[in-house]
């Protein structure tokens, strides 16, 4: 099965709860982690591959901007229309408090010469806030 | 006009309605057509869907055709009055003389991609 880590960009909150599932972060320096606040790979708009889970299950991420509403509507039409079901294609939102501010630093990373790292630094700060609401609703014990 | 407003979902939408994928019918090959109305998202919503079909081994069985790039000023303000202030007049109208403006432009783009899908 593909399981799809969906939140407003990918390679924010929901690469970070994707790596801590497939167990390839648990605990250290959030730039590690492969493809996180690149912001060339989110707007591509392509799912972003992070790895397998213990059950074999892919694990992907998908941003879907700002009215993220809009997008869950169009994601789940698109698994209808098409006749997939849903134990080969599944949906997971990812939210933590303060995603507008990620969504806003996504933007920020545009600004020449210091807009990665404004991107990263109000990005950093916000997850590290909660990261323990991620490890614990994505923890490879967590039944997503 | 009443021939416009026959179509389904034509001028009849709400900000719910964003999101929401609607058959429209076949054409004449057997395809299946479907609305989207993607509000602000734009292209990130077109390569979401194209990335979404190549993941799952079905890029071949999905076209998305943007039309952004035929809406007008005319459809935009008459739209937005019509739908978001829900002034159908003059909303309404505004809207119409915009699909008339555009209209070839759009039978110009189905006929492409009637031939494109030949």
Redesign the interface.
């Known amino acids: 099965m593909?399981i799809?880590l969906v939140g407003t960009t990918a390679v924010h909150h929901p690469i970070v709860a994707a790596s801590l599932y497939t167990r390839q972060f648990e605990h250290g320096q959030l730039g590690r982690i492969d493809g996180y606040c690149d912001m060339y790979l989110d707007k591509?708009?392509?799912?972003v591959y992070v790895g397998d889970d213990q059950e074999g299950n892919q694990i992907?991420t998908?941003?879907?901007?700002r009215?993220i509403?809009?997008?869950?509507?169009?994601?789940h039409?698109?698994?209808?229309?098409?006749g997939?079901p849903e134990n080969?294609?599944r949906f997971v939102d990812v939210h933590i408090p303060g995603e507008s501010y990620i969504w806003l630093a996504g933007k920020l990373a545009a600004i020449p010469l210091i807009g990665y790292r404004l991107n990263r630094a109000l990005s950093d700060y916000i997850i590290y806030r909660n990261i323990n609401l991620l490890r614990d609703t994505y923890s490879p014990e967590s039944n997503i | 006009m009443p021939e416009l407003m026959q179509i389904p979902y034509f001028d009849k939408t709400d900000q719910n309605d964003?999101?929401?994928?609607r058959?429209m019918g076949q054409d004449e090959n057997g395809h299946?057509i479907?609305i989207?109305?993607?509000?602000?998202?734009g292209?990130?919503?077109?390569?979401?869907?194209?990335?979404?079909?190549?993941?799952?081994g079905?890029k071949d069985?999905?076209m998305v055709v943007n039309c952004l790039p035929y809406v007008n000023w005319m459809m935009m303000l008459g739209g937005f009055m019509s739908r978001r202030l829900g002034l159908t007049f003059p909303g309404r109208p505004i809207l119409y003389e915009g699909v008339k403006t555009s209209f070839m432009n759009l039978v110009s783009m189905v006929t492409t991609i009637k031939v494109k899908l030949v």
Request: no cysteine; charged share 25%; glycine share 14%.
């Open positions: 593909k799809i591509s708009g392509y799912p992907y998908l941003g879907l901007g009215r509403d809009v997008g869950w509507r169009a994601i039409g698109f698994r209808d229309i098409m997939i080969e294609l | 964003f999101g929401i994928i058959f299946e479907y989207l109305g993607k509000r602000n998202l292209w990130r919503l077109n390569s979401v869907l194209v990335g979404l079909a190549d993941l799952t079905k069985d999905l």
